[in-house]
Antibody, heavy 122, light 107 residues
Framework: QVQLQESGPGLVKPSQTLSLTCAVS??????????WTWIRQLPGKGLEWIGY???????YYNPSLKSRSTISVDTSKNQFSLKMTSVTAADTGVYYC??????????????WGQGARVSVSS | DIQLTQSPSSLSASIGDRVTITCRAS??????LNWYQQKPGQAPKVLIY???NLQSGVPSRFGGSGFGTDFTLTISSLQPEDSATYYC?????????FGPGTKVDIK
């Protein structure tokens, strides 16, 4: 059974950097075939795709967040991470990691973490 | 970016009712359309992928159809556990985008 688990600080100060890690179990990131994804949900709003990474390190970002976001992968630890710089209160929300298939028929998000609640406040 | 709109934004229906939610894309996305269910405090869960394929483990009362720009999620006989918010999502183009959601309540 594939499981994803987010971890990281629940409180970040404005203008600082949000850092989250997603630990994957039940699947090997280095096996390929999947994009490892960050998605967020802001209060009272819908879901926003931040970006994803392949095990090779290739990344794809939402242009609206690209300038502030970096996704990286550590295949030795079977985990991937998100850093988002210069955060403001508008970045407060729940951050999910998820998996999406590379093949077109499997390009949906089939496994999700439980979500990490992040609050940006001084 | 591909914009997704959903209708209705919310609905209330009785147990056993047939429920239909629609999703419209701002440009053609072939069948690269997925449906998710989200309950309060939980992560979304995929129900339907590639417009009409039922995800393993999802009850058969859920069904999807459509191609191009217009898509439908149908719950053939609404059950109490189906009270949730439903989102469509396109996997045709980067950035991936989601619809605004449809909240389904039980009367």
């Amino acid at each position: 059974q594939v499981q994803l688990q987010e971890s990281g600080p629940g409180l970040v100060k404005p203008s600082q950097t949000l850092s989250l890690t997603c630990a994957v179990s039940g699947a090997s990131i280095s096996s390929g075939g999947y994009y490892w994804t960050w998605i967020r949900q802001l209060p009272g709003k819908g879901l926003e795709w931040i970006g994803y990474i392949y095990y090779t390190g290739n990344t794809y970002y939402n242009p609206s967040l690209k300038s502030r976001s970096t996704i990286s992968v550590d295949t030795s630890k079977n985990q991937f991470s998100l850093k988002m710089t210069s955060v403001t209160a508008a970045d407060t929300g729940v951050y999910y990691c998820a998996r999406a298939g590379v093949m077109a028929i499997q390009s949906h998000f089939d496994y999700w973490g439980q979500g990490a609640r992040v609050s940006v406040s001084s | 970016d591909i914009q997704l709109t959903q209708s209705p934004s919310s609905l209330s229906a009785s147990i056993g009712d047939r429920v239909t939610i629609t999703c419209r894309a701002s440009q053609t996305i072939n069948d690269f359309l997925n449906w998710y269910q989200q309950k309060p405090g939980q992560a979304p869960k995929v129900l339907i992928y590639a417009a009409s394929n039922l995800q393993s483990g999802v009850p058969s009362r859920f069904g999807g159809s459509g191609f191009g720009t217009d898509f439908t999620l149908t719950i053939s006989s609404l059950q109490p556990e189906d009270s949730a918010t439903y989102y469509c999502q396109q996997s045709h183009s980067i950035p991936r985008t989601f619809g605004p959601g449809t909240k389904v309540d039980i009367k």
